[in-house]
């Protein structure tokens, strides 16, 4: 079984640029997440997503950060602009029914360097 | 707010070696609490996922405790290879938001031949 999918693997952009972040995760889980990890720390929420629905946003920096989940399958995560700031690895994660405890599967992970 | 903490921050540790990681919560109401293994440059991988009426779990080497009264969690690992430096991580789930993961830092383990 294939496991969760993300591209491109690494990106390097000029500040100010744009950016976006594919995933396609593991074939029947309706939970999708996004995270985002700085060197050293674990990675922090940016977005949960139960089927196409965000349900937890709360962490996602709206005013450059926006992200889709078109047919509760394949997800989009974009920065527009990009800052420096913004230099972190981006993982994808999916999952299935959590109330059954189930476990999370993440993706290999983007690495984005921005100058 | 659930907050983890993941101490030490770097282990280094001759083969062969029997060693424990350890992780600690702040709100011991949780809903379970998984360890994941993170090589450089790759995603996470779930090594063992504790439901919060355990105690603990088994996978090959390495044994997962959890003690939510004290709100600790350790992951021992026997005989320790080479192969097994990684870093380390935990992430609780709370009972008041289950769909919600709190990651600690992890700790980066490096056994040495």
């Known amino acids: 079984e294939a496991g969760v999918v993300q591209s491109p693997r690494y990106k390097i952009i000029e500040k100010k640029q744009p950016v976006a972040f594919w995933c396609n995760p593991i074939?029947?889980?309706?939970?999708l997440y996004w995270y985002r990890q700085n060197l050293g720390q674990g990675p922090e929420l940016l977005i949960r997503?139960?089927?196409?629905?965000?349900?937890?946003d709360s962490q996602l920096p709206k005013d450059r950060f926006s992200a889709e989940r078109l047919k509760g399958v394949d997800s989009t995560l974009k920065i527009q602009p990009a800052e420096l700031g913004d230099s972190a690895v981006y993982l994808c994660?999916?999952?299935?029914?959590?109330?059954?405890?189930?476990?999370?599967?993440f993706g290999p992970g983007t690495r984005l360097t921005v100058l | 707010k659930q907050e983890v903490t993941q101490i030490p921050a770097a282990l280094s540790v001759p083969e062969g070696e029997n060693l424990v990681l350890n992780c600690s919560f702040t709100d011991s109401a949780i809903y379970n609490l998984q360890w994941f293994r993170q090589d450089p440059g790759k995603g996470l991988t779930s090594l063992l996922l504790?439901?919060?009426?355990?105690r603990e779990q088994t996978s090959g080497r390495l044994n997962a405790s959890l003690d939510k009264s004290s709100g600790r969690s350790t992951l021992y690992i026997a005989a320790s290879q080479p192969g097994d430096s990684a870093t380390y991580l935990c992430a609780v789930r709370p009972q008041w938001n289950f769909n919600k993961f709190y990651f600690g830092s992890g700790t980066k383990l490096n056994v040495k031949p």
């Open positions: 997503y139960e089927n196409e629905e965000a349900v937890d």
């Open positions: 074939s029947g889980h309706n939970t």
């Open positions: 504790i439901q919060s009426s355990q």
């Open positions: 994660a999916s999952s299935a029914d959590l109330s059954l405890g189930n476990e999370q599967f």
